[in-house]
């Protein structure tokens, strides 16, 4: 299967404009992620999709760049503007905010594409801060690896458990946390996007929630692995800090 790594990649961001752009241990923080996503064993080429020739400039001298609309309201929707020019079977969408994305992530996401239409990952969730942050999605999985449900309150509700603490309901049950990453064959991506904003993703504001509402089945993969993303300027130490281990 000819499957490509896309990286959409975005100027504006209300907390971290030209984040793409910013150094990081002497490279842009889009370099390290192209770099990343070529350890992967899976994809065949990587790609940085962006709307800004700041950033279209830059990532040519590391990496092919294909340009896109401005105004598109979802990465999804950015990615499959980028699919439909390609000759390939399926893409994996790896957020550009992430320069030490584990490429076993990258390979499990994209392997899991030879059974589904539609994939991601998903990791235990181990931390208590993350229990109750809605930041941090969770999901539910069948027992055939299928995505039940995403949701940014915690689920399951375990019932038998709801007076005790977090740390004790994280001890009883494997909740697990979403990883930003999707995979996708480029028929369901191209279906996908024709679809409307559906009423649960609109109330909970997940995108792949609309892939669950309109019938397209996601499959999970479980992975170890902590999600290390540069949000906000202040992340760039700790980020900097991981990379000279």
Do not use: W
């Not at 842009?28 to 800004?52: F, G, K, N, W, Y």
């Not at 998903?122 to 941090?136: F, Q």
Request: proline share 7%; hydrophobic share 40%.
């Amino acid at each position: 299967m000819n499957i490509i790594g896309i990286i959409p990649a975005r100027y504006a961001s209300t907390r971290f404009p030209g984040k793409p752009l910013h150094l990081i241990a002497g490279k842009p923080l889009v370099q390290h992620v192209v770099e990343r996503c070529r350890e992967a064993t899976s994809l065949t080429e990587v790609i940085v999709a962006t709307d800004d020739e700041r950033i279209a400039e830059v990532a040519r001298e590391f990496c092919p760049v294909e340009m896109t609309r401005a105004d598109h309201p979802s990465g999804t929707d950015r990615i499959a503007e980028v699919a439909a020019r390609l000759d390939c079977d399926a893409v994996v969408n790896v957020q550009g905010d992430e320069p030490l994305i584990a490429p076993e992530v990258i390979d499990a996401v994209a392997g899991a594409l030879e059974e589904a239409e539609m994939t991601t990952a998903a990791t235990p969730v181990n931390n208590i801060s993350d229990y109750s942050d809605p930041n941090v999605v969770k999901v539910v999985v069948s027992a055939a690896g299928r995505a039940l449900y995403f949701s940014r309150r915690t689920i399951p509700f375990v019932r038998d458990m709801a007076e005790e603490s977090p740390e004790q309901q994280l001890q009883a049950f494997p909740f697990l946390k979403h990883l930003g990453i999707y995979g996708y064959r480029c028929e369901a991506l191209r279906r996908l996007v024709e679809f409307p904003p559906s009423p649960l993703e609109q109330a909970e504001r997940l995108e792949q929630l609309r892939a669950l509402e309109n019938g397209i089945e996601i499959a999970v993969r479980p992975v170890e692995y902590e999600a290390i993303g540069v949000d906000v300027p202040e992340d760039v130490q700790r980020v900097e800090a991981l990379l000279s281990r």
